[in-house]
């Protein structure tokens, strides 16, 4: 109690001394070969090679793209800003902010039904001596490990939405990028609304210069809604229909903080939206320009996002139209949906028995809620990367019991199940396995040489160099809690390149690698503003929004018509020959890409 009296107090004594990076109110230093863009005060400015997993030795194309992409200006977006501070004000969550406060768990007594017993001793005896004490602990576990988890996002929800009130009143806010070694951009504020961040962190954030609204406005903004809504893998025109027939909820959430608004209304709305506050945005923004009609100019940022990057991308290098078709590299009428295609196929193979091993009428919720689909896309997500099967199952199990309400949860039996029913499932639909193993027999060749790095060129002309070393363990005495004995490990790089982390990372530090080159390729002589993250990008709605994605068709052409099959044996010395022949299965003409209405959508 008396910790909690000051805490306040101790935070504000404190908070000057906090080093919390926030954007900048004039443009970076401009990042070069050997530094990243940075502040103006930056002591060390070297680009960060503390990380022995490998080095990006950057193009003069990559670093062009690096600094526009840093150059350009925002502001924070006042009315979301408002909304942020009604939330807080009525301790309201909302999507993936979460302010959350520790709330402690059943104790073992009470799980266990022994709340009768008063005196210590004999408590301590019925625990000790209950069939049910071992689950109960394991249980009571988990649960304060969830606690600590929405309490720390609960922190960082709190930090952004101060640093938000330090920042709203900045005309123009900047943001430094680097560069990890794959050669994808990431901007160095994480505290702060941001164009790379969480939901809400995006949502706060206009571009700086307005833009005129334009005969491609309307389109685009009720794209925009109806994708934050959760209709991004239906076809235009529905999308379209979806916007066009809410106009009433989305008056309800643009008029939320005006007199005669209905706050909790617009809340509950938002709610059942996949992205609450980006939503928010582009509602604002509808309302103004297309309902109301008072505003003729435009600030929001409106994004495109890749179907499947991954697994697009080694469909297009290996040119296998099957494939392709089913992440949307090739056109169709419809947006084919990679992940939900997989969770079909599971649910087929639980039917497949007699009496179906997990109940249907459970599998049935999960497709409906689309749980069955976001728990798919989890698993493909590791999965087209390398993951081993353990490792696909451990993303599921989070998202299960993370995200899944408790009476729609499969029992144990049911988890063994869909172990079993997953892969069977998977590889039916996905085929990215010959990518992976092709790749990894590579590294297996290198390895053999005596060689300690991977060398992996890439479209934008730039190389990532692959390290990952054997580590020895050391470990080192010191002092922890008042203990003189305390030992901590410590790990040493040795000369020696770890082939099992080979393996595992260098498929998809490949593709990462080639899905970067893709945003460094589209946004050159791009002269509208900006921002990328991964694979998806923003820019006004309006004809830049076209522009803008006519060019991200011709980059991953581009940079899917680069021999990377070819390149990668000649930068790491390896024969060119039928005994290492990529998996190249098809005929694709990458220049289809360009009719493809989905791919980036």
Not at 127 to 135: D, G
Not at 386 to 410: I, N, T
Not at 518 to 526: L, Q
Request: aromatic share 10%; glycine share 4%.
């Amino acid at each position: 109690d008396e910790a909690e009296k000051h805490k306040e107090e101790y935070i504000r004594d404190h908070e000057p001394f906090l080093m919390d990076p926030l954007p900048m109110i004039c443009k970076p230093v401009p990042a070069t070969k050997t530094s990243f863009g940075s502040w103006l005060t930056t002591l060390d400015t070297s680009q960060s090679d503390c990380t022995f997993e490998g080095s990006f030795e950057i193009s003069e194309e990559h670093l062009a793209y690096i600094n526009k992409l840093q150059d350009v200006p925002y502001r924070i977006n006042p009315f979301v800003a408002d909304v942020l501070n009604e939330l807080v004000e009525r301790g309201i969550k909302l999507g993936k902010f979460i302010p959350h406060f520790y709330q402690d768990p059943p104790e073992l007594s009470r799980r266990l039904g022994l709340t009768h017993l008063h005196d210590h001793d004999e408590l301590n005896k019925a625990l000790s001596n209950h069939p049910n004490l071992k689950q109960a602990k394991k249980e009571r576990a988990k649960e304060i490990s969830q606690q600590i988890a929405l309490v720390e996002k609960g922190f960082n929800s709190k930090a952004i939405w101060l640093n938000t009130n330090k920042l709203r009143d900045c005309k123009e806010l900047y943001f430094p990028c680097s560069w990890d070694f794959r050669g994808r951009a990431y901007v160095r504020c994480s505290n702060t609304p941001s164009p790379q961040g969480s939901d809400f962190q995006k949502a706060l954030l206009l571009f700086a210069n307005l833009k005129p609204i334009d005969d491609r406005s309307k389109f685009h903004m009720s794209i925009e809604l109806a994708n934050h809504a959760g209709q991004d893998k239906s076809n235009f025109d529905d999308r379209l229909k979806w916007t066009e027939s809410n106009q009433h909820n989305i008056k309800l959430v643009a008029t939320l903080l005006e007199t005669n608004g209905d706050f909790n209304k617009a809340i509950s709305f938002l709610e059942t939206t996949d992205n609450p506050f980006q939503f928010l945005a582009a509602a604002k923004e509808y309302y103004h320009c297309f309902i109301r009609q008072d505003q003729s100019t435009t600030s929001l940022r409106c994004s495109v996002d890749a179907t499947c990057s991954g697994a697009a991308v080694m469909a297009a290098i290996r040119l296998c139209k099957t494939s392709a078709k089913r992440v949307n590299v090739l056109p169709s009428a419809e947006p084919q949906d990679l992940y939900r295609a997989c969770w079909t196929s599971l649910v087929e193979e639980n039917l497949k028995a007699t009496i179906p091993p997990i109940r249907t009428q459970l599998l049935g919720y999960w497709s409906r809620n689309k749980l069955g689909r976001k728990a798919a896309k989890k698993i493909i997500m590791v999965a087209q990367y390398g993951a081993g099967e353990q490792r696909m199952m451990e993303e599921f199990w989070e998202f299960h019991d993370s995200e899944v309400p408790k009476e729609y949860r499969l029992n144990r039996d049911e988890m063994k199940t869909f172990r079993k029913l997953w892969m069977p499932a998977m590889n039916k639909v996905c085929s990215f396995k010959f990518v992976l193993d092709w790749f990894q027999q590579r590294a297996q060749e290198i390895h053999n040489s005596g060689k300690t790095k991977i060398l992996v060129p890439t479209p934008s002309g730039s190389t990532q160099i692959m390290k990952y070393p054997v580590y020895d363990r050391k470990r080192i005495k010191t002092f922890h809690y008042g203990s003189l004995n305390y030992k901590i490990s410590d790990y040493i790089p040795t000369k020696e390149a770890d082939l099992k982390d080979w393996r595992r990372a260098i498929t998809a530090n490949t593709i990462h690698s080639i899905d970067a080159s893709v945003m460094v390729k589209a946004f050159r002589n791009f002269n509208h503003n900006f921002s990328t993250i991964h694979d998806a990008a923003h820019t006004y709605a309006s004809k830049a929004m076209d522009e803008m994605t006519d060019r991200l068709k011709e980059a991953f052409i581009e940079a899917c018509s680069f021999n990377i099959w070819d390149e990668f044996r000649k930068a790491n010395d390896l024969n060119i020959d039928n005994k290492n022949t990529p998996p190249i299965v098809g005929n694709l003409d990458l220049k289809d890409v360009k009719h493809s209405d989905y791919i980036f959508s």
